[in-house]
């Protein structure tokens, strides 16, 4: 919603999006189609979200004319993104190495929004999350601020608050229990 206010409010000449190709948990093997075909089921929230917000109609005209771009984080190297309101989604996906680039690319004029839950990584078992680092290096940083949601700012289903609390006390619980055994 900030994204589209400030494209239409003149404060940035454009939106980007993007987001890492990463699956959730079970591996989908080969996609038929050209690179937009197998990239678009990674990107579909993104343009949920996008048509939640805006009109399809308006939308499609705005991508067809490169003011709204929504693009696999690979695809952002070698970029430098000016005047441009910047969103990295599901950044808990990140590696550290691919956090590094994305955040090297904010160009003049542009904000860049990250956001990510890190409940919620994605990546092969040992691999650190470049969100995770990137908290750790940049929090004392002017200009850049970390805001911690909690279950009270569910904006979905009143079920989807009770659930993550739920898992949050089942966490909390075998934290608990393997601090008392020693294991941390």
Do not use: C, W
């Not at 940049?138 to 911690?148: C, T």
């Amino acid at each position: 919603a900030m994204a589209v206010q400030a494209l239409f409010s003149k404060q940035v000449d454009r939106i980007i999006l993007t987001r890492p190709a990463v699956e959730a948990g079970e591996r989908l093997g080969f996609l038929p189609g050209d690179l937009q075909d197998k990239v678009d089921p990674y990107l579909r929230p993104l343009y949920d979200a996008l048509f939640d917000l805006v009109d399809n109609e308006r939308v499609t005209k705005m991508l067809e004319k490169r003011i709204i771009e929504v693009a696999p984080l690979a695809f952002m190297r070698g970029r430098t993104l000016n005047n441009a309101f910047i969103i990295l989604d599901e950044a808990q996906n990140t590696t550290s190495e691919q956090m590094k680039m994305f955040l090297t690319r904010i160009g003049f004029g542009s904000k860049t929004v990250v956001t990510g839950d890190k409940t919620q990584i994605d990546l092969p078992r040992g691999q650190k999350s470049g969100l995770k680092e990137a908290e750790a290096i940049l929090a004392n940083l002017d200009g850049i601020e970390f805001i911690q949601f909690t279950d009270k700012d569910v904006v979905r289903h009143k079920l989807v608050q009770m659930i993550v609390r739920a898992y949050e006390a089942h966490e909390e619980n075998n934290q608990d229990a393997d601090n008392r055994r020693g294991f941390n």
